[in-house]
């Protein structure tokens, strides 16, 4: 595709939209798996949040 | 009867209609911006700028998006402050590295396009000052809250940074009449676009794309968030729990 005299500009704009965008979906979804993995861990060593003080009944 | 930011409130319910909404988002975000591409690479030369103009297909999508942005790291601050929504620090929180992000992408292809156009990568001119104070803030806002060990004393006082900065969202939006040599409002104007259709049209699709990706990202931050933040309290529970056993043992 000739992109005329500023093709050098246009691609680099492109390439690096694309490339911020692939590396901060990519982070997302590495930091939610990691997040995701230390929640099962504490899960199977059976962690459990403590319970809140008991609610007024009535 | 609850509204829907009510009805969100409650992480857990978040969590699960965001589960089931982010993986459409993103498929949608996906089609729109290879929709966009492809009509953005066979719109006709603009008469002036040439194929240049078709960095404005990422440069403008990347502006607005840095200035909804900063909208929302401010409304959710608002959201915090005065409603003591569970969400807003979260949505805040997560929206200030989004739109960062965003930020940086319309400085380096407003520069790109510069080059060739205006003969140089960088002007102090006030809409590229303004954009690059708006960058300043979004770092400001995480560097506050990286700093600051008190999760809950951090999330106000960026707050409140994140309420007072959005002074800069006007100061953006006019500053291209303050003796600027940046472009005028094209599409975002009263009255009718002054682009032309064959060219608007590419440009409102890959908008529609790059927003449709933002809220994606900002969904999938937010989740994010909020198992960090259920890591942090189930660590804390688990610590609680030992040192209570260690002080019955003895």
Redesign the interface.
């Known amino acids: 595709?000739d992109?005329?005299?500023?093709?050098a500009?246009?691609w680099?704009?492109?390439a690096?939209?694309a490339i911020?965008?692939a590396g901060?979906?990519a982070w997302?979804?590495a930091?939610?798996r990691h997040?995701?993995r230390?929640?099962d861990e504490?899960d199977a060593?059976g962690?459990?949040?403590?319970p809140g003080p008991p609610r007024h009944q009535g | 009867m609850q509204t829907l930011t009510q009805r969100l409130a409650n992480p857990t319910r978040f969590m699960a209609l965001s589960g089931q909404l982010l993986p459409w988002i993103s498929v949608l975000a996906g089609v729109l911006i290879a929709v966009g591409l492809y009509m953005g690479f066979t719109a006709p030369l603009d008469y002036q700028q040439g194929h240049a103009a078709k960095i404005m297909y990422v440069h403008v999508p990347a502006a607005w998006l840095a200035m909804l942005g900063y909208a929302v790291v401010a409304g959710s601050s608002f959201g915090l402050l005065v409603f003591r929504h569970p969400l807003a620090d979260v949505s805040a929180k997560s929206a200030a590295l989004v739109g960062a992000v965003f930020t940086f992408l319309c400085l380096v292809t407003g520069s790109l396009w510069g080059r060739p156009m205006w003969g140089a990568f960088w002007t102090w001119d006030p809409r590229l000052t303004s954009v690059l104070i708006l960058f300043f803030l979004y770092l400001g806002l995480i560097a506050l809250r990286s700093s600051i060990d008190d999760e809950g004393l951090a999330a106000n006082l960026t707050a409140v940074l994140g309420i007072v900065g959005i002074v800069i969202l006007p100061v953006i939006r006019f500053s291209v009449n303050w003796n600027s040599i940046h472009q005028a409002p094209s599409v975002s104007r009263l009255g009718a676009p002054t682009i032309h259709p064959s060219l608007l049209w590419p440009l409102l699709a890959m908008a529609a794309g790059m927003l449709a990706l933002f809220v994606a990202l900002h969904i999938k931050a937010m989740r994010n968030e909020i198992l960090r933040r259920r890591v942090k309290a189930l660590r804390l529970a688990e610590v609680q729990a030992a040192t209570s056993l260690a002080e019955a043992a003895e």
Do not use: C, E, T
């Open positions: 595709m992109l005329g005299p500023h093709a500009y246009i680099a704009s492109y690096v939209v911020v965008l901060l979906v997302l979804i930091d939610g997040q995701q230390l929640l504490l060593r962690v459990k949040r403590r």
